[in-house]
Every structure is written in C-alpha cells, then in structure tokens.
C-alpha cells in the first residue's frame, strides 16, 4: 500500500473517530454553565407571608329567599388574604382577608302578596381565620391537599330595595301576578308598573319600609367556616377551590326580622355561602434549593480522552505505542526513542550505534548476511525496509546474470525504462491493482510476480 493509500485510509479513520465522538457527545451535551454551578438544598428555608386573591359567588341564607339558589349562581364577590404559617410543621397557617360583595334576593309569592320582598345589599368584611390541611395524614409533596377553617370577622352591610318605579310610583303587588300603583283594596285606576331593579330606597329610613326595625345598626361581628381543596401547581404558585358560610350576629341584613311589627320574618340570624377559586402566591419565601457559582467544575469525562495509561505523557487517544514502560523516553507521539534507526528502541537496544542499513536482530545486534538469510529460514518476520534493502542485494549479485526480456505486454510496468522490472516497480503495480489504477487480471498480477523473480 502506497505512502498516498495510508494517508487516505488515516483521513478515513480519523472522520469515523470524530463521527463517533460527535454522535456519542451530541446525544448528552455538555453545557459549562451548568458544570459550574452548584443546587444545594436549604435545610431550614424562611416562610414568610403569601399573598392570594380569591373571585366568587355569594349566596344569602335568611328571611328573604330567591326562588331559585345555587352555589353556582349568586351575585359576584372578591376577597384578598395575606397568609402565613404558625406552626413548624406548616400544618396550620393563619389567615388575614378582606372580602367585599354584594347580596340580593327576590321572594315572589301570589297568596301572599306583601311577602313580595327584594333587596340589594353592598357587604363587606375584614377578619382572620385558620387553617388546617390535614398535614398529619398527608404528605407533603401531594399535590392536591383538603383543607378546613373557621375564624371571626366584623361584617358591614348596607341594605337598600327596589320600591318605587322610574317615576317615583310605589309597587303594589297584586295577587294575578301584577305590580300596581294601587293597593287591591284601594279604589281608583290602578295601573301596571314594571320594575326597573333600581335599589333606590334605604330600608331603614322610613316607618312603612322598616316593618318596624327602626334604625338598626349595618354592622355585626361573624365567624366564617371554610373547607376545600388546595393544588399546588409550582413551588411558589397554588390554586384553591372551596366554600365558605358566614354566619353573621345579626338578622337584620334582609331588613325582615323576627322583632318586625309589619312584616315578621323567622327566628334565627342571616347568612351567607361564599363559593370561591383563589390564586396563592408565594413571593417572599426563601427558596427549598440555592444556586451556588462554582469557580471550578467536578466533570467526569470518558477516559479514552485524557487518560495516559503508560505515563510517557501522551494521552492514549494519540499514542501510537501504548504500553510503553513507566519511565522510558518517548517522542512526541508516545513511542520510545531509537537513535540509529534500526527498528529497537533504545531502551532494549544492545547495539544502539548499528550503522544504516544493516540487518539486526531482535536485540538490535548486527547480522550478516548468513545469519538474515537463516532468520528468513526459520519463517521470522521481516520489516519492509529490511526486505527492500535483501531485494536490493539480490539484485546487486545477479546484476552479471543474463536479463530476460520483459514481455511487451508487462512493458509499460518498467517505469525507469531500464529493461528491468525492480522491487519497487513491482510493488507500485501490486499499489495500482488494489486502487484499480491498472487494468489487470489477478492471474497476470501473478504472471507478473513470476516474471520478477525469474529475472
């Protein structure tokens, strides 16, 4: 094989090497950032106050009922808190809110007609509860968790009903099912009105809309009851679903109560159903884990890239001699040294001033031409230089005997047009035939050969 054939098959080697290298790096690449920086979990992270804020739908429970009532249906509410942990273990957690809403209901009724009741009241309510989420039978990492509370509150309420038209005419509900301008028993021309829900009128201002319960105060004091359901959705961030009854100190929030001397409503106090979605975030808390920047990377790469197995200084991945014993001297590309160039490093050379060209054995000792020609004998193996200086002897000794003609087909195999197909005129042949650079047979590549060593 030609110098120019083991540079090609060199360039080939090395594209597979680095095709392997790209394929097996490129399937886990490494990003250096990340090589230098270090997570460390916190062992006893600060919790500080989470904030969330809540929309949903009020209900009222009282002496003025709607028709129709569901948890789903109500009139719009919202509510902020501010919550922190008040136990080690974070299975309770206090709760600061404001909620703000209003209420409403429309009792409709034929057989009775004054027990056609509405109102419209604007609430409010600033207090604390707290929570438990069951953390002693659910672990922590469960990303849905139940939960329960109760607390206290100071409600306000301002109720007000829709009494009269867009033209001050008082509704009178008659018992077909109408609103009139009359009573039923009042004579005269009684007209239909149409409500136009404009909650003009303040039930407390007026003995006729009172039934009774003068001035009384739009402010008491609550407990609210909570249970739902919490899902985590990142480590700072929670959605939470639940319903909450607030049951109020005072029976006044629909303006019918059982102190009524006109209207007399039902013993027992309001209340109201707060049915809710809430959004907690956590903004303020240390974080569970710490990035820490590293000035230098612990990285762990395959062997076969840095490691020197026989330590002459040469990574394995660019020694041509591995192996070489611990403390020879070595060249640049990992193998040991050999001063007169006869193929023994010196380190096991016992002739290490051989002149050129001379034939050595194992030992770098010189040999004659005797002692070669019995190496070859015995079947040992030669180098390629070694053959080539033989074959040059050979030729040297027989130059005296008679040449043969060389046949005129094979004529153009002698390049130096010296009527003498040499050594290496026939190994360029032999080249050319495996890079299909001639146009020969196997069988005359062996007429070849035969012709060489019958010259």
């Known amino acids: 094989m030609n110098s120019g054939r083991k540079v090609s098959f060199r360039i080939l080697l090395l594209v597979l090497a680095l095709g392997c290298f790209s394929t097996l790096h490129g399937q886990d690449e490494v990003n250096y950032e990340e090589l230098l920086q270090r ?3 916190i062992e006893n992270p600060v919790y500080k106050p989470m904030i ?9 429970f009282g002496d003025v009922t709607s028709s129709y009532r569901s948890p789903v249906i109500g009139n719009p509410a919202f509510r902020a808190n501010i919550t922190t942990f008040i136990d080690n273990n974070h299975f309770f957690a206090l ?3 404001f909620l703000a809403g209003t209420l409403g209901a429309e009792q409709n ?3 009775f007609p004054d027990q056609n009741l509405n109102f419209f009241a604007n609430v409010y309510g600033i207090g604390a509860t707290a929570r438990y989420d069951f953390g002693h039978f659910i672990p922590e990492d469960m990303w849905l968790r139940p939960y329960v509370s109760a607390g206290i509150e100071q409600l306000g309420f301002s109720t007000k009903g829709d ?3 867009a033209n001050q005419e008082r509704y009178y509900y008659w018992p077909d099912g109408t609103i ?3 009573p039923v028993n009042v004579p005269g021309a009684a007209y239909e009105l149409t409500r136009d829900y404009n909650y003009e009128t303040d039930l407390r201002l007026f003995e006729s809309t009172n039934y009774g319960l003068g001035d009384y105060n739009q402010r008491t ?3 609210p009851v ?3 359901f919490t899902m985590k959705i990142s480590q700072r961030v929670n959605v939470s679903v639940g319903t909450e009854y607030h049951i109020s100190f005072t029976d006044y929030i629909d303006n019918v109560a059982s102190e009524g001397t006109y209207i007399t409503g039902k013993k027992g106090n309001d209340g109201f159903l707060f049915t809710h979605a809430t959004l907690q975030f956590d903004l303020f808390s240390d974080p569970k884990t710490r990035t820490v920047d590293l000035l230098y990377a612990d990285y762990e790469m395959d062997a076969i890239f840095y490691d020197d197995e026989d330590g002459d200084f040469v990574l394995d991945i660019a020694d041509r001699c591995p192996g070489t014993p611990f403390g020879v001297v070595t060249d640049t590309l990992g193998c040991p040294l050999d001063g007169d160039a006869d193929g023994v490093p010196d380190y096991l050379d016992k002739e290490p001033d051989t002149p050129a060209g001379v034939w050595v054995d194992d030992d770098g000792v010189s040999l004659d031409e005797d002692a070669f020609l019995e190496s070859l004998q015995r079947g040992e193996a030669l180098r390629r230089d070694d053959l080539e200086a033989y074959m040059l002897l050979m030729q040297h000794n027989f130059v005296e005997r008679e040449v043969k003609d060389i046949p005129e087909k094979y004529a153009p195999l002698d390049i130096d047009e010296d009527g003498y197909i040499s050594f290496d005129e026939l190994l360029h042949v032999i080249d050319d035939y495996f890079d299909f650079k001639v146009n020969l047979s196997l069988e005359e590549l062996r007429e070849v050969n035969e012709f060489f060593f019958s010259q």
């Open 180 to 182: 009139r301008n009359l």
């Open 52 to 60: 969330s804020f809540g929309y949903g739908i009020l209900n009222f």
């Open 226 to 228: 909570e249970i739902g």
């Open 163 to 165: 009494l009269y038209d």
């Open 39 to 41: 997570v460390d979990t």
């Open 95 to 97: 709760n600061f809110f």
């Open 221 to 223: 004091v609550g407990i």
């Open 109 to 111: 009724s034929l057989e």
